[in-house]
Nanobody, 120 residues
Framework: QVQLVESGGGLVQPGGSLRLSCAASGSIFRIYAMGWYRQAPGKQRELVAGFTSSGSANIADSVKGRFTISRDNAKSTVYLQMNSLRAEDTAVYYC??????????????WGQGSQVTVSS
């Protein structure tokens, strides 16, 4: 079956950096939109950065200039490079992708979630 597997979360000091990875696997016909959401305690889940179906990148204002999103189409993998991390970046980060599996209806898939904690 199709699944998204995340890696790269952890604990960092303020001002530090982390890189999250998300790899899609399984029998995939096409991947459309793909990106990263996050959810902090007591807050709604929000889009951090992602690629649209047309290939353009969106980045939230709160992380613009600090985070970058990239992808490796050959590996069906998307990355989130997080620099100059702040305490307010602390959240569970979820990979999300709009995928059309072979022989199955197109739908959203979610990664397992990665805890990112920014603290001194």
């Amino acid at each position: 079956q199709v699944q998204l597997v995340e890696s790269g979360g952890g604990l960092v000091q303020p001002g530090g950096s982390l890189r999250l990875s998300c790899a899609a696997s399984g029998s995939i016909f096409r991947i459309y939109a793909m990106g990263w959401y996050r959810q902090a305690p007591g807050k709604q889940r929000e889009l951090v950065a992602g690629f649209t179906s047309s290939g353009s990148a969106n980045i939230a204002d709160s992380v613009k200039g600090r985070f970058t999103i990239s992808r490796d189409n050959a590996k069906s993998t998307v990355y989130l490079q997080m620099n100059s991390l702040r305490a307010e970046d602390t959240a569970v980060y979820y990979c999300n992708a709009d995928i059309w599996p072979i022989g199955t209806i197109r739908r959203d898939y979610w990664g397992q979630g990665s805890q990112v904690t920014v603290s001194s």
